[in-house]
């Protein structure tokens, strides 16, 4: 059995910063989307990016298929909601590379570096939609 972690960021309300909220430990995919449910009805959320972990050559592993299975699971759960994906190559090791330009000692960056990673994800995507 896989776990995954989940970072989580939000927006502001008019879609031009990213700020990190928390990491899901993901116990099971029942606890998460619970408390997913949480957040989306907290903060009104109407789209939710997810980030596709592909290697670095751009092929699938079994970590892209265990996020395109959840991202069916939020689907079902959250039809009213849009779904996005994001390319989410190198984000951690970008994450990694600002707690340790800010100095971040080792057990704090695990604590953060999922929620840390979810935001340049919601950047990137943010930067994408607000080009149009």
Do not use: W
């Amino acid at each position: 059995m896989v776990m995954l972690e989940f970072g989580l960021a939000v927006s502001d309300e008019l879609g031009i910063t990213a700020q990190g909220l928390k990491t899901i430990e993901n116990v099971s995919d029942r606890q998460v989307l619970k408390e997913l449910a949480t957040i989306i009805e907290q903060y009104n959320i109407d789209i939710i990016v997810i980030g596709m972990p592909y290697h670095l050559d751009g092929g699938e592993n079994e970590r892209t298929k265990l996020t395109q299975n959840f991202i069916h699971k939020l689907k079902c759960k959250f039809n009213q909601i849009t779904i996005e994906t994001v390319d989410e190559r190198l984000t951690t090791v970008e994450a990694h590379r600002t707690m340790n330009f800010l100095d971040i000692n080792k057990k704090k960056k695990k604590e953060i570096v999922d929620t840390l990673a979810a935001v340049y994800i919601l950047e990137i995507f943010l930067k994408k939609i607000n080009k149009n």
